[in-house]
């Protein structure tokens, strides 16, 4: 258990619609993170957010976007899905942004797109 | 860019056997290491990390000790049990100026123990 919840945990949309998925940092985490795992492969790098606002990009288009809210939780919204956007979406937190501070990770959103 | 490359899975051993799972990076400057453990049907979590070089990262028998010579995190155990079963991911992160950057995966290695 690692106080990192994720909203829905299964969902399916249709190509071209759009998702938002939820994330509840655990308690006094101030930064939030993304990551899309695709099937036999490591979770890729969407971005962060520290504080509200965002902190750090990977490589994703801009019809990835997120938003951080005052009690640190958060959301990924995506735009004109596509096929391959089925994933595990995973929302990971951690208490300010020292790359040696523990990153908790949630259990994930899996997203199918049809 | 940064990137992490562990040796290809799945990986099947016998319970009871020596296990070493390689894991080497590439990246500017100086990151903090970290394995994390995907078992079936469940998020990632947090193994053991190392933020600084010869730092021995450990827990629940598990050891890495964070190489800057040869740019290796190589996980091993010395007695795996059928319950270690899952897929290990070697992780890194650096620090910029804005703060701690998103961790960088490797592709995962899948570990099978067999009774």
């Known amino acids: 258990e690692t106080g990192v919840t994720q909203s829905p945990t299964h969902l399916i949309k249709t190509r071209g619609q759009q998702v938002t998925l939820r994330c509840s940092s655990q308690s006094g985490h101030n930064t939030v993170s993304w990551y899309q795992q695709a099937l036999g492969q490591g979770p890729q790098f969407i971005f962060q957010?520290?504080?509200?606002?965002?902190?750090g990009r990977g490589n994703f288009p801009p019809r990835f976007s997120g938003l951080q809210f005052p009690n640190y939780s958060s959301e990924l919204n995506v735009n004109a899905l596509e096929l391959d956007d089925s994933a595990l979406y995973l929302c990971a937190s951690s208490l300010e942004r020292s790359s040696g501070n523990t990153i908790y990770f949630g259990e994930g959103s899996w997203l199918t797109v049809v | 860019g940064n990137s992490v490359t562990q040796m290809e899975g799945p990986v099947t051993l016998s319970e009871e056997a020596f296990l070493t799972i390689n894991c080497t990076y590439t990246a500017t400057g100086y990151p903090s290491l970290f394995w994390y453990v995907q078992y079936p049907g469940e998020g990632l979590q947090l193994l053991l990390k190392?933020?600084?070089?010869?730092d021995k990262g450990s827990n629940k028998g598990f050891e890495a000790t964070y190489r800057k010579e040869t740019t290796s995190f190589h996980l091993e155990k010395g007695s795996v049990q059928v319950s270690d079963s899952a897929v290990y991911f070697c992780?890194?992160?650096?620090?910029?100026?804005?703060?701690?950057?998103?961790?960088?995966f490797g592709k995962g290695t899948h570990l099978i123990i067999q009774p």
């Open positions: 992780a890194l992160t650096m620090y910029s100026g804005g703060g701690a950057d998103g961790l960088t």
């Open positions: 957010y520290y504080r509200e606002e965002e902190n």
């Open positions: 190392a933020t600084k070089a010869d």
